[in-house]
DNA sequence: ATAACACTAACCCTTTAGGGGGTATTTTTT
DNA sequence: AAAAAATACCCCCTAAAGGGTTAGTGTTAT
C-alpha cells in the first residue's frame, strides 16, 4: 500500500508530439500520472474539473484562448492547481505576465522532461521551478539601477510618490517640512528631465530608479 | 592545457566554519577556486578588489555593514561580478531588497555545498539560481490577487493611475472622456473603500490588484 | 581645510487636478 | 429579459502641483 495517491497531472499543449513524449516520459519514469491531455485550453475548459489534476503543464500558443488569459480561469476553475508553463516565449513581459496571473512556474520547451518531472516535484512541495534563463529575467526584472542620479534621500521621496503619496503626506512621513519636499522634488525633476509625477514616475520605472 | 582559467570566487561570512566548509568543498569537488574568505564586508572592502572575483558568496547578518548595504557598494567596485546570497533569512522582504541590490542568487544556508557549485556554474552561464522557497517567494511576490473587485476597466484605470498619470492622460490613452475616467475612479473608490488616489494606490499595492 | 554635495527650509507666484454629488444612455454579458 | 459594465454629462469647491529663488547647516571626500 502506497503512502498517497500520485499527483495527477493534465497536459495543455497543441503539439501532438510535444503532449504525447511528455505524457509518456512522466508516466513511465515517475512517481506521477497524467490524467489528460488537451490540445487547446479551450477544448479543457469543459472537461477540466472531472480530472481533478494537481498539476497542469500549460502551453501560451495555442489556437483559441492563449496559455496567458487562460491561467485565471483555470485557477478559479481549480483553485488549488499548480499550473507550470511550458512554452517557447521567454521575454520577460510574457514571463511576468504568466506569474502574475498565477503560473507557478516557468520553462522553455526545450526543457529535458526530466528537468520537467522535477519541476512538479518541486511545485508540489511548494517551490517555484523555473528555467535558469527564465529565473535570470525574473530577478533581472527586480533589480534597480545602480546608476542612479538622485541622492538617498530623492530616491526615498521617489519611491514615496510611486505610492501615490502627496507632499504633505512624505512630509509627515519623514518629518520634514511640506517645503523640503517640495525643494526635494524640483530638485528631482531637473535631474530627471521631467516637470511632472507622472512623468517622474515613468522615468523612474522604466529606469528603475525606485 | 585548459581552454580558461578557473572562476574565481570570494566568501564573505562571518562564521568561520561555514567559511572553511565552502571553501574546502568548493576547491576540491569543483573546477573553481576560492581565492580568498572575509569574516565581514568592511574587512573584504578595501582588499577585495585584488582577488579580482567572478563571484562572491556573500551572508546578510555580519559584524559591520550588513550584506543588503554591502551589495550596491561590491558591484560599483566589480561592476562584472555575480553576487550569491547565503544566509539564514528568508522573509521576502528581505529577498527582494538583495535582489533589488543586485543579487544575481539566493540561498538559504541549509543549502548542501553541490547544490552552490551548481549555482556558481548557473550564474556564470546567465541564470538566475535560488533555493526552491526563495524562488517560491520571488514568483508570490509578482502574483496579482484573482479576486479583485474591479472590472476590467477599473483595473485598467487603476493601474494607470499607480503609474502616475492623471484623469486627463488616463482619458488620453483610453480614448475616453475625462467624465468618464472620473466615473470610474469614483466607482473604485467605492470599491476599494477609500477617497484618495493615495488611498487607491496603497489599496491596490497591498491587495496585488494591480 | 576646504570645496562639493546633501539636506533642510522659506518666500513668492499661477495653474491644474482631485474629490463628491447626481443622472442617464449604450453596450456587453449572463 | 435582466444585470453588469462602460460610457458621458452636469453641478460644486478645495487641495495639490509646479516654477522661481535664496539660504543656512551638516557631511563627506580629497
Given at each position: 500500500?502506497?503512502?498517497?495517491?500520485?499527483?495527477?497531472?493534465?497536459?495543455?499543449?497543441?503539439?501532438?508530439?510535444?503532449?504525447?513524449?511528455?505524457?509518456?516520459?512522466?508516466?513511465?519514469?515517475?512517481?506521477?500520472?497524467?490524467?489528460?491531455?488537451?490540445?487547446?485550453?479551450?477544448?479543457?475548459?469543459?472537461?477540466?474539473?472531472?480530472?481533478?489534476?494537481?498539476?497542469?503543464i500549460l502551453d501560451i500558443?495555442?489556437?483559441?484562448?492563449?496559455g496567458i488569459?487562460?491561467i485565471?480561469?483555470?485557477?478559479?476553475?481549480?483553485?488549488?492547481?499548480?499550473i507550470i508553463m511550458l512554452t517557447?516565449y521567454?521575454?520577460?513581459?510574457?514571463i511576468?505576465?504568466a506569474l502574475?496571473?498565477?503560473a507557478?512556474g516557468y520553462f522553455?520547451?526545450?526543457?529535458?522532461?526530466?528537468?520537467?518531472?522535477?519541476?512538479?516535484?518541486?511545485?508540489?512541495?511548494?517551490?517555484?521551478?523555473?528555467?535558469?534563463?527564465?529565473?535570470?529575467?525574473?530577478?533581472?526584472?527586480?533589480?534597480?539601477?545602480?546608476?542612479?542620479?538622485?541622492?538617498?534621500?530623492?530616491?526615498?521621496?521617489?519611491?514615496?510618490?510611486?505610492?501615490?503619496?502627496?507632499?504633505?503626506?512624505?512630509?509627515?512621513?519623514?518629518?520634514?517640512?511640506?517645503?523640503?519636499?517640495?525643494?526635494?522634488?524640483?530638485?528631482?525633476?531637473?535631474?530627471?528631465?521631467?516637470?511632472?509625477?507622472?512623468?517622474?514616475?515613468?522615468?523612474?520605472?522604466?529606469?528603475?530608479?525606485?
Amino acid at each position: 500500500m502506497q503512502n498517497q495517491a500520485a499527483a495527477r497531472i493534465v497536459i495543455i499543449e497543441d503539439d501532438q508530439t510535444i503532449r504525447e513524449g511528455y505524457t509518456y516520459l512522466i508516466n513511465h519514469t515517475s512517481p506521477y500520472q497524467v490524467v489528460n491531455t488537451y490540445p487547446s485550453f479551450d477544448v479543457a475548459r469543459q472537461k477540466i474539473s472531472k480530472d481533478n489534476p494537481d498539476v497542469i503543464i500549460l502551453d501560451i500558443q495555442m489556437p483559441g484562448t492563449n496559455g496567458i488569459d487562460a491561467i485565471p480561469i483555470l485557477k478559479k476553475l481549480l483553485p488549488q492547481v499548480y499550473i507550470i508553463m511550458l512554452t517557447v516565449y521567454e521575454t520577460e513581459k510574457i514571463i511576468l505576465e504568466a506569474l502574475a496571473n498565477g503560473a507557478s512556474g516557468y520553462f522553455t520547451k526545450n526543457t529535458a522532461a526530466s528537468k520537467i518531472i522535477e519541476a512538479i516535484k518541486d511545485v508540489l512541495q511548494g517551490g517555484g521551478p523555473m528555467s535558469p534563463s527564465v529565473a535570470k529575467k525574473v530577478i533581472t526584472s527586480l533589480q534597480k539601477n545602480p546608476d542612479s542620479p538622485l541622492t538617498k534621500r530623492e530616491t526615498q521621496i521617489l519611491s514615496l510618490i510611486t505610492r501615490g503619496k502627496d507632499r504633505s503626506q512624505i512630509a509627515n512621513e519623514l518629518f520634514i517640512e511640506i517645503e523640503t519636499v517640495k525643494t526635494h522634488i524640483k530638485n528631482i525633476y531637473v535631474k530627471l528631465n521631467v516637470n511632472s509625477k507622472a512623468d517622474a514616475i515613468k522615468v523612474a520605472k522604466s529606469n528603475r530608479l525606485v
